[in-house]
């Protein structure tokens, strides 16, 4: 075998032996990382995007009276006449009922003549003393007669007007306690009147909620018969139930015509302030090592972070949260499994399986840095 011969079949072994070499550790890099993928655990992402949405506040509520009142006598005697069926809409200052006027006209008649036989006697007595035969005390002592003879005249005519029974304002005669021929004693009541427009709404409210209440904000009140009105809040009780640890708010809506009664049950749902959330399977929160609610996320060196989220409204497929960047990649299958930092492998799921609600607005920028904590 020449020289050159030899030297050509070493060179062919050497470059045989190069790319066989390479062949074997390329083969044993792609059996590496393939071993290293069948090690990582596997969780699946979908995109996150942050919407506007407006909160509300509901609970159970019912109506009642914006007034209720019980007209009582002011002055005893039988009952002569009720003139107003119970259920019926009456007037402010309407004659519902009549007490026997008795002897109160008679001492009217009597309380006049006084006055009159009075004032004549001062009249009388001013005409002496122009003649110096009365003297200052006897002058004021007249005119103190006439003035309690007035005082007497005027409490007789206000006795008599107490027999008349007027309703208190407008509204509803709702019941009547006594009926022709009863004898009424002072104070007893004749009857109960209420004022059915507007209308008031009464709900009770935790003390986390009263906070998020605006004390002047506009109420929706949904009935149980399906009817709804609009109405605002006019009080917000200062001090919780002793009992319950309730507040209790009340609203106001217009009902003309009396259209809607007291006692309806119904629920009030008061709209907070616009807010920005996203809205989340409710499946894929879990607790962070100090106990708070967390989303766990996938970072872009496909690793597991999370953020520390609030609830601010539960709905039937999923839950609305804040917390979360406007847009992000959330772990939506195989969170429980994966702890904060690790390297996973990753498959993506559409938005619309996960129930994650894409929004057509813009979206928010996510911030620089990875939320701290664990």
């Known amino acids: 075998m020449s020289k050159n011969v030899r030297y050509a079949l070493i060179v062919l072994v050497v470059v045989l032996a190069w790319l066989l070499s390479g062949l074997l550790i390329g083969n044993d890099e792609s059996v590496e990382k393939e071993n290293t993928d069948n090690f990582l655990t596997h969780v699946e992402v979908a995109t996150s995007t942050a919407e506007h949405y407006q909160p509300s506040l509901m609970f159970n509520a019912r109506t009642e009276p914006f007034r209720l009142v019980h007209l009582r006598a002011e002055t005893e005697g039988p009952l002569v006449a009720a ?19 008795q002897e109160r006209a008679l001492r009217v008649v009597e309380a006049q003549s006084l006055v009159e036989q009075v004032q004549l006697e001062y009249q009388g007595a001013l005409e ?45 005669l709702n019941e009547r306690f006594y009926e022709v021929g009863d004898y009424l004693q002072r104070g007893q009541i004749f009857a109960e009147f209420l004022q059915l427009d507007p209308l008031k709404v009464v709900f009770q409210v935790s003390e986390k909620e009263i906070i998020k209440l605006d004390p002047q904000g506009t109420v929706e009140i949904a009935l149980a018969d399906g009817r709804v009105r609009e109405g605002r809040v006019v009080f917000r009780s200062a001090k919780a139930d002793q009992q319950s640890r309730a507040f209790k708010v009340e609203a106001v809506f217009d009902n003309p ?7 309806l049950t119904g629920r009030a749902t008061i709209t907070l302030k616009q807010i920005t959330a996203h809205a989340v399977p409710a499946s894929v929160l879990s607790l962070g090592t100090q106990g708070q609610l967390i989303i766990k996320t996938l970072q872009t060196d496909q690793t597991v972070g999370y953020y520390p989220v609030q609830i601010v409204a539960d709905e039937v497929e999923s839950v609305w949260v804040t917390g979360l960047p406007g847009k992000v990649d959330v772990v939506i299958s195989g969170h429980e499994y994966v702890g904060i930092g690790e390297q996973v492998k990753v498959s993506r799921r559409q938005a619309a399986d996960a129930a994650i609600v894409e929004s057509d607005t813009p979206a928010m920028e996510a911030p620089a840095t990875k939320p701290s904590g664990s």
């Open 83 to 101: 003139s107003v069926a119970e259920g019926t809409e009456v007037k402010q200052g309407t004659l519902v009922g009549k007490i026997g006027i």
């Open 257 to 263: 015509g009396n259209e809607i009664l007291a006692d």
């Open 128 to 172: 002496l003393k122009t003649k110096d035969l009365l003297s200052d005390a006897e002058i004021a002592r007249k005119k103190f007669d006439v003035d309690s003879a007035k005082t007497l005249l005027d409490a007789a005519k206000i006795e008599l007007s107490r027999v008349d029974l007027k309703a208190p304002f407008d509204g509803v």
